[in-house]
């Protein structure tokens, strides 16, 4: 079965490492970095949510109707608008991009965050009212006769869209989360479970946990996202050198008043305990040691408290091509790759790793035995800086 690839977008070349320098919506930057993705092979981009960013359902449709090919995944929160008013968004979008929607429900792990767009429920709560919404989201896309609904959260009479997604039967829905309750919902919601990159036991685990909780709920198992920082360079000493490189540019951007940081301070807090258990398992597998399993690194995560995903694949294309292929190997469908110089890295992710994963993936679907390569050595001179295996 093919893997997919997702990259990610933003509207200015901001990131923990690139202070931005202009507006904070450049749409010349948007255009050219959906056509980088597009021409590198990636099957989607993601397009975050936050209650500071610029609104991304419509810089998804600015950047496909710049692109012919591309997919967007679109992050959205529910309870920001009623479910039957983002099903008629995205079922639009889906048109006007020819059927190349998907979105990402991020139910929220941050109290104060939730706040700041006006959402005083609980964790639990929200995700209760998650699933809710997502079972009118779905309903509101596929109904052909009016529906009324009454639950917990939101109660509708005789509801009826005129548009519904080109995409039959419904729009693809991706999932994030980590807790027991992100399992529960997004075991019988999601067509694609999306984790943050941990070591390879600590994502079995997750996967197994996920495959559970869509079997009690009677359904299929969904296909799994694991998200990456690969950092790459032609060889291993080179790659090394950069990773210690973007850890230092991160930390002495954490204050920069023009930084990723500062845009969203209130989401990279490394000082304080993260509310969300996806960061929670990142800052423990970077307490458990900086290098894990054949490439997976650690210490970005700990210098950003792990707001995102902030763990580094590191090492030259093969090298790294061969982390990700472990992780197909445990039952990843889709993978999150984003760099920390965000438009050059999704060049060189095209040019060097991404045929390298396709290719051996296409071997494997063709019967063929899979090629496997020994875990390259950490450079000596970076492994007594605290790079040493776990």
């Known amino acids: 079965m093919p893997v997919e690839f997702i990259g990610l977008i933003s509207t200015n070349e901001g990131s923990e490492t690139h202070r931005r320098s202009g507006a904070v919506i450049d749409p010349s930057y948007v255009r050219r970095f959906a ?58 979008l889906d048109h006007f991009s020819g059927g190349r929607i998907a979105v990402h429900i991020i139910t929220g792990g941050s109290d104060a965050e939730q706040r700041r767009d006006g ?9 209760d009212r998650t699933d809710e919404y997502l079972d009118i989201l779905r ?17 509708l009479a005789d509801h009826l869209a005129t548009v519904h997604p080109v995409q039959q039967p419904h729009i693809p829905l991706y999932f994030g989360g980590s807790s027991q309750a992100a399992y529960r919902v997004g075991g019988r919601q999601a067509d694609v479970f999306a984790l943050w ?21 009677g359904q299929p198992r969904p296909g799994i996202s694991v998200s990456f920082r690969p950092i790459i360079g032609p060889t291993e000493d080179l790659a090394w050198e950069r990773a210690h490189r973007i850890l230092a540019d991160t930390r002495a951007n954490l204050d920069a008043p023009n930084g990723i940081f500062s845009q969203f301070r209130h989401a990279f807090s490394p000082e304080a305990a993260p509310a969300n258990v996806g960061s929670q398992r990142l800052l423990a597998a970077a307490a458990a040691g900086e290098l894990h399993d054949r490439a997976l ?23 790294v091509a061969q982390a990700l292929l472990d992780y197909i190997d445990i039952g990843v469908t889709t993978l ?19 045929p390298l994963v396709r290719e051996e993936v296409a071997r494997r679907d063709r019967g063929e035995a899979a090629k496997r390569t020994t875990i390259a050595p950490v450079p000596a001179a970076l492994a007594a800086n605290g790079a040493g295996a776990n």
């Open 336 to 354: 999150l790759i984003r760099g920390y110089d965000p438009y050059d890295d999704a060049i060189d992710y095209g040019r060097h790793l991404i």
């Open 297 to 319: 690194w650690t210490p970005l995560a700990a210098a950003t408290g792990a707001a995102g995903n902030s763990t580094a694949l590191v090492g030259t294309p093969e090298t």
């Open 197 to 217: 990159g941990e070591p390879l036991a600590q994502t079995a685990e997750q996967i197994a946990a996920v495959n559970q909780a869509a079997e009690r709920a």
């Open 139 to 155: 309903r509101t896309w596929t109904s052909t006769e009016p529906f009324s609904h009454e639950g917990r959260y939101y109660k």
């Open 119 to 127: 959402d005083y429920l609980t964790k639990d709560e929200r995700y």
């Open 35 to 92: 056509r980088v993705h597009e021409d590198a092979d990636f099957d989607r981009v993601l397009i975050g949510y936050s209650s500071a960013s610029p609104d991304n359902i419509q810089v998804a449709a600015y950047a496909a109707a710049h692109t012919e090919r591309l997919g967007y995944l679109v992050a959205h929160r529910p309870g920001v608008v009623f479910p039957t008013v983002a099903a008629r968004y995205f079922a639009t």
